[in-house]
């Protein structure tokens, strides 16, 4: 998921009043599943740079895949994400990340 997407989620959630102002827990997603395979072949591309890997066999008790389930944030929040695409999502992290090599502290 793209921060953007994230942060406003969040504030849709703030403006939300269910059962007299208690707290609503929705998934947050895009309700589109990548594999780990996906992920790493987006980020070389984006990035041009090499992703080294090690392939293991799936640990015991992992789910085959994972999906957020997004229809609640849809009816409740109003909200969906719009940056859905990985490769906008990693150019957006790639870009923050050649700016603020050091993160936060180091500028």
Do not use: C, F
Not at 23 to 34: D, E, F, K, M, S
Not at 37 to 59: F, S
Not at 64 to 76: F, H, K, N, S
């Amino acid at each position: 998921m793209h921060v953007a997407d994230i942060a406003d989620a969040h504030l849709r959630a703030l403006d939300v009043k269910l059962d007299g102002g208690s707290a609503v827990a929705v998934n947050l997603g895009t309700g589109t599943g990548r594999s780990v395979r996906e992920v790493v072949e987006a980020a070389r591309r984006v990035t041009g740079r090499p992703v080294p890997t090690v392939e293991r066999p799936r640990r015991p008790g992992d789910p085959p895949e994972l999906v957020a389930a997004v229809g609640r944030a849809a009816t409740v929040l109003g909200w969906r994400a719009l940056h859905s695409s990985l490769d906008e999502i990693l150019e957006s992290a790639w870009r923050w990340h050649q700016a603020h090599p050091h993160g936060y502290r180091g500028g």
